[in-house]
Each structure stands twice: as structure tokens, then as C-alpha cells.
């Protein structure tokens, strides 16, 4: 794996401390592919920052489809956070393993809570130049030219916003055994009186 290129920058002035800023993510995506030296055609997926907020989602996947889905080949978007929930500071480690992972194993991880698309970022998507996938379970990526390129966001509670374009060699990617990935749900329960873990 071969980090291509990064961008960090500040989200900027918002309306409150939770708002986004959606022209600073796109300024902040298109710097991260200026980086990587590469254009926003070659990204097949991508593992966003998506903590299921009604606001924060589809501000980054409007961002998301205007700089990386405006050659209009769908994008497949993901976020870490659907089946582990939100890690608080290592967030963006979880969001980069994963990319890894799914670049290695030539396929998405899909959104494994995702039930119902949040219409906000059905609009979002629609409304930028391209488009964005949003994959329920796991699928092939697609390949271009002998490497598989993806992008990973994270952003911080105090305004800093980073991307990083990550790189996977077919070749040495095809050489390994991928095991089949099943996603399990689970019922958690964590009251002193019923700690057991319920199959749901």
C-alpha cells in the first residue's frame, strides 16, 4: 500500500461548531488530488467520514460527488463508522484500514447498518456533477490501469479536515487469498442488569 497524497486544512467559518463547511471539503479533495498527482477519474472508492449526522453527511457527499463523481462514473462510498460505530481521535485509523483492506481485497465494504438512504443525501448526490454509490454490501471495484486508487476522510471536532489518496498495486493485491467477509448484527446491551450480547 503507497500513500500517493494527503491534504490537511481547516474547515473555515460555519454556522456553529457542528456545521461543515462543503466548499472547504471540496478545497480540501481537490488539494488532495493535486498531491497524489492524479485526477479525480481514477479514484474507484472511497471511505468517508460519515457519522450518520443529518447535517454532516450530506454536506461531505455533496462534496464527494462534485470533486471525485464529476467524470459521472459512480463513486462507491463508504463509512467505517456504519459498523463500528464512532471511535472518537482514532476514527481516521479505522477509516484508513478499512481502505486498505477494501483496495487489497479488490472490493467494497459496504455500509453494513445503512437501511434507508437519508433523502438529504440522495439530494446532495443528485445535485453535484457526478455521482456517488452508496454500496449495502460488498461488490468489485473497478480497476484502471493496473492500479486501484482510494481516498480516506476524517475530520476533526475542532475544524481540521484531512484526505489522504491511497494506492494499491493490482498485481500484488491479486496475489492474495480473500476470504469471504459476513457482516453479523448484533444487539448490544450495556445496563448492569443484561450485559449479554443478542444475536438480532
Not at 38 to 49: K, M, Q, W
Not at 94 to 118: K, T, Y
Not at 135 to 142: C, D
Request: with cysteine.
Amino acid at each position: 500500500m503507497v500513500a500517493r497524497g494527503s491534504a490537511v486544512r481547516q474547515d473555515g467559518r460555519s454556522a456553529s461548531l457542528t456545521a461543515p463547511s462543503g466548499v472547504a471539503q471540496q478545497g480540501l479533495l481537490r488539494a488532495a488530488l493535486a498531491d497524489a498527482a492524479v485526477t479525480n477519474d481514477t479514484l474507484a472508492l472511497g471511505e468517508a467520514h460519515g457519522t450518520g449526522t443529518a447535517l454532516g453527511d450530506p454536506t461531505e457527499a455533496g462534496s464527494v460527488g462534485a470533486v471525485l463523481g464529476a467524470h459521472g462514473v459512480a463513486l462507491g462510498l463508504c463509512a467505517a463508522k456504519a459498523s463500528v460505530g464512532h471511535s472518537e481521535a482514532p476514527s481516521g485509523q479505522v477509516g484508513v484500514q478499512r481502505l486498505c483492506a477494501a483496495l487489497l481485497r479488490l472490493g467494497e465494504g459496504g455500509n453494513a447498518q445503512l437501511r434507508r438512504l437519508n433523502p438529504r443525501v440522495g439530494e446532495a448526490v443528485r445535485g453535484s456533477a457526478g455521482g456517488c454509490a452508496l454500496p449495502t454490501g460488498l461488490s468489485a471495484v473497478r480497476e484502471a490501469g493496473g492500479v486501484l486508487l482510494g481516498g480516506v476522510s476524517s475530520f476533526g471536532y475542532s475544524g481540521t479536515i484531512a484526505h489522504a489518496v491511497l494506492q494499491a498495486a493490482l498485481s500484488f493485491s491479486r496475489g492474495l487469498s480473500r476470504p469471504r467477509i459476513v457482516f453479523h448484527r448484533r444487539a448490544l446491551f450495556w445496563d448492569a442488569e443484561d450485559s449479554a450480547v443478542v444475536a438480532a
